[in-house]
């Protein structure tokens, strides 16, 4: 971990100084953003490229309360936008290019149609192509750092995601609102959920990486990583992210073993869960975890009911073929006043509903067509890919991430789909036998005969 740190302190003296001039030097973020990343590319810098990326979603996410920070929340669209730059013009680099892109490519097609119908297109624009350029962009720069780094390349991405989250830690010496909400740690992300959404990737990314790649790190170090990440998971309080890690705990196990027993144990799991929904309230007491679980909003789903309902119906009139990427805040942030008097004071908080909102009915169907076909050919070579896909299926059912780009979580996943699904991350063993069989074998030499009289 020291030996990461010290190799990447330009790239920790870099974040500081966005940190800096986002707070004390106005607009000049925007600027510096883009700089940084071609300076990066200039040194060949390919790691530290999607490093920072990953830490400016992060910084993106945090409370707007903190007034001096919202500026990133636009200045990241000119990270993606140097990072699509590069990947365009330097096409010969990244060959042969990531697959992710083209399983999605039907749906990102289709999601421009629903703009016809929007209420704010050019927001709907800007979220749709970045929406599209994050899917293009990221599995091209995890591959190629791939390429160029091996499985390095990952154990320092796990040490920069590690140092991340205990960097987190530095917003407890602000004001206590800094740090929390409603008495649950939050770090640098907006609300306490969205930290458990993070760790929840971040965890599930973990285990991928372990399991591919098993002498990566020493057990010790492993060990110490899953209680850093579940440390700060439970620290949340994230009823929904902790739900969601256990089932990708659990199911990883039957998958491994069968994707028939996998499916069997899921349709189990969720004739349990209706069980203990029912008696929720009954045991936490019993289980004496009240103040834990909120048990104060276990009754009335935290708000989200109230906007499952109020969504439901707006959703009616855009039902076929929805209204475009940020349909949904149009119509959540217009009617704020009236689900405030109702005790919610958020989004739709349901990533089907939102995404329905957005694409209509179609667009849903195309996109879990192919959020379905990328996770059904991942378990192929990687059996827990399917316990991830219910796991996070279960976690975009109660928050909206899935439908959003540029925030910290889709890009974890979409680096996990570029982990379980390229052959030369999968296959990496079989690849190194080859090569290492080609380069054992002596050169085949010609063998020279003379030529028949008259030749």
């Known amino acids: 971990m020291f030996d990461f740190l010290r190799d990447r302190i330009q790239l920790f003296v870099l974040i500081l100084a966005w940190v800096f001039a986002t707070v004390f030097a106005g607009p000049l973020i925007y600027v510096l953003l883009p700089i940084t990343v071609f300076l990066f590319y200039r040194r060949e810098s390919f790691p530290d490229m999607l490093f920072g990326f990953i830490f400016i979603l992060v910084l993106s996410d945090m409370t707007p309360e903190i007034f001096q920070m919202r500026k990133i929340k636009t200045a990241k669209y000119a990270y993606i936008i140097a990072l699509s730059v590069i990947l365009l013009a330097d096409q010969w680099r990244f060959q042969p290019m990531a697959a992710v892109f083209k399983l999605f490519l039907p749906f990102f097609v289709y999601s421009f149609f629903p703009l016809i119908f929007s209420n704010d297109p050019i927001t709907g624009v800007q979220k749709t192509i970045s929406y599209a350029l994050l899917f293009l962009v990221v599995p091209n720069y995890v591959l190629l750092n791939f390429r160029q780094h091996g499985w390095v390349f990952f154990k320092n991405l796990m040490y920069f995601l590690v140092a991340l989250l205990l960097a987190s830690q530095l917003m407890r010496l602000g004001p206590n609102w800094w740090a929390f909400a409603g008495g649950r740690f939050r770090g640098f992300f907006g609300n306490p959920n969205g930290l458990g959404i993070f760790t929840f990737l971040v965890f599930m990314l973990f285990v991928i990486i372990n399991s591919l790649k098993r002498d990566l790190l020493p057990f010790r170090t492993k060990m110490i990583f899953y209680a850093i990440v579940g440390g700060f998971l439970i620290a949340c309080g994230s009823r929904t992210s902790l739900t969601a890690t256990l089932m990708f705990l659990l199911f990883s196990r039957f998958f491994s073993l069968s994707p028939f027993i996998g499916v069997i144990m899921f349709i189990v799991f969720l004739g349990v869960v209706e069980a203990v929904s029912s008696n929720l309230t009954a045991i936490v007491f019993a289980l004496g975890l009240q103040h834990y679980m909120r048990v104060e909003t276990l009754e009335d789903g935290s708000g989200r009911y109230i ?36 005790g919610h004071h958020g989004g739709v908080h349901n990533s089907y509903l939102t995404m329905w909102f957005n694409v209509g009915i179609i667009g849903l169907l195309i996109f879990f067509r192919s959020f379905f076909l990328i996770f059904i050919k991942a378990s192929k070579r990687v059996p827990m890919a399917l316990a991830t896909m219910f796991a996070v299926m279960f976690s975009v059912l109660y928050e909206s991430w899935l ?31 080859e090569v290492a069989l080609e380069e054992a074998l002596p050169p085949v030499e010609p063998q020279w005969q003379p030529l028949p009289p008259g030749h």
């Open 403 to 433: 439908s959003g780009s540029l925030n910290p979580f889709t890009i974890i996943l979409v680096i996990i789909l570029t982990l379980v699904t390229e052959p030369e991350i999968v296959d990496w063993e079989e690849r190194q036998q």
């Open 307 to 342: 906007a499952w309902a109020f969504a439901w119906g707006k959703i009616q009139d855009y039902f076929m073929f929805g209204g475009g990427f940020g349909n949904d805040e149009f119509i959540m942030r217009k009617n704020y006043a009236y689900l405030r008097t109702m």
